[in-house]
């Protein structure tokens, strides 16, 4: 068997899918995308065909080797999200072929079903008491929210107050079992993180996430010296070798890699494996389409250390079309008491209709993400 094609559909709101084809006639779909830079990831897709077509798809380490290797430069969002979406249609293929599930080629299952949040508020935070208890009342068990807007190095306590006051309203919501997520985003700097991270310990949270931006990671430390949250991060980070430090010197509780940027499937399994050792857990980052979401859902399956997953249905990005649009049959992602059950058709156990992927696609989309402000006019993290 030999890949004979690739073909890529960038579809609304913001994602791009890739359609994988084999000389045998089996199918595989990945999801290659960096949020607002679909054009140039789809750019990249079609730069590594030429490494891929005609190849084996069972060899999916050693074409993963070459994609990542095969170039003087490698790593960072674009090539490694190009290489994701490929590896993950390659895994769906594999799994078609040997009628499995890709846990099942991953050493099984170790779970009956995964914990699931969503989201509340918003880029800006409003109203998400009502939000979170309406979450609540869908079975969900958590959420996660933005926890703040813009924020200079050194701002007003306001700011922080305000914060916090939106993170009691869904405590006082939902109740003290209920898990809270607050997204710090990178908005926010050392200084500014270390005073929000201690007011909100009083909330118990489930975790806060990404305190500081990945460049900033030392800071991590120096965090956790004031609270006892747990710490999360790892959404712009990529492969086994952008997360060796950070477990390496333990500052972090919770890893977020994203299986469409971090590499893919096994990349993240890895990446899984070594968090282990550490003793962190794994919540993969994932806002995006069902193709990811599906990748996911199989990394948490047979990793033990998953935790809880993030999914995107009625997230404030999905304008006009949501995960469930692209699927033949929307109830494999049918949410119970906070729970999805395992997915158990072969490859990624999802089913996409592609007579919408190639009409939605000829409208396509130009999403970006906001350019933000401080009031002082100087550029402010998104």
Same mark, same amino acid.
């Given at each position: 068997? $030999? ?6 559909? /960038? ?7 890739? $359609? ?11 999801? +290659?995308?960096?949020?607002? #830079? ?55 293929? $594999?799994?078609? %072929?040997?009628?499995? +599930? ?41 959420? /996660? ?13 306001? #700011? *922080? ?14 109740? #003290? ?12 700097? $050392? ?34 010296? %004031? ?52 003793? *962190? ?5 994932? =806002? ?41 049959? =929307? ?47 100087? *550029?402010?993290?998104?």
């Amino acid at each position: 068997m $030999k890949i004979r094609s690739l073909e890529s559909f /960038k579809v609304p709101p913001r994602w791009l899918f890739l $359609k994988v084809e084999t000389d045998e006639g089996i199918v595989g779909w990945g999801e +290659p995308i960096v949020e607002g #830079k679909a054009d140039t990831v789809q750019a990249a897709v079609e730069e590594l065909k030429e490494y891929v077509i005609g190849q084996d798809p069972m060899r999916i380490e050693d074409l993963w080797q070459v994609m990542y290797r095969g170039g003087f430069y490698r790593g960072g969002p674009i090539l490694t999200s190009a290489i994701s979406g490929i590896e993950q249609a390659l895994w769906d293929i $594999k799994g078609k %072929y040997y009628n499995a +599930p890709i846990y099942d080629l991953l050493g099984g299952a170790c779970r009956d079903r995964t914990r699931v949040y969503a989201w509340v508020g918003g880029d800006r935070p409003d109203d998400v008491g009502a939000a979170a208890k309406e979450k609540q009342g869908q079975g969900f068990t958590a959420v /996660k929210m933005n926890g703040t807007e813009e924020m200079h190095y050194i701002d007003s306590f306001a #700011k *922080v107050e305000e914060t916090s006051a939106r993170v009691a309203a869904v405590r006082q919501a939902c109740g #003290k079992d209920f898990g809270i997520g607050v997204d710090f985003h990178g908005r926010v700097h $050392k200084s500014m993180a270390k005073v929000l991270a201690k007011e909100l310990e009083q909330y118990r949270l489930m975790f806060i996430e990404e305190p500081v931006l990945p460049e900033n990671n030392e800071a991590l430390k120096e965090i956790a010296k %004031y609270i006892s949250t747990p710490i999360a991060t790892g959404e712009r980070m990529y492969t086994r070798w952008g997360f060796k430090e950070i477990l390496a010197q333990g500052i972090v509780d919770i890893i977020q890699p994203d299986v469409s940027h971090a590499g893919g499937i096994l990349e993240t399994r890895k990446i899984a494996a070594m968090a282990e050792a550490y003793d *962190v857990a794994l919540a993969p980052h994932c =806002p995006l389409g069902p193709i990811a979401l599906a990748s996911c859902l199989h990394v948490d399956i047979c990793s033990p250390n998953a935790f809880i997953q993030e999914q995107s249905l009625g997230i404030h990005y999905n304008q006009g079309n949501d995960i469930l649009d692209y699927l033949t049959d =929307p109830n494999v992602f049918d949410y119970k008491n906070g729970f999805v059950e395992n997915l158990n058709g072969p490859g990624l156990g999802i089913e996409i209709n592609e007579e919408k992927v190639r009409k939605l696609a000829k409208v396509g989309h130009n999403w970006k993400n906001p350019v933000w402000r401080q009031e002082d006019g100087t *550029v402010a993290e998104w």
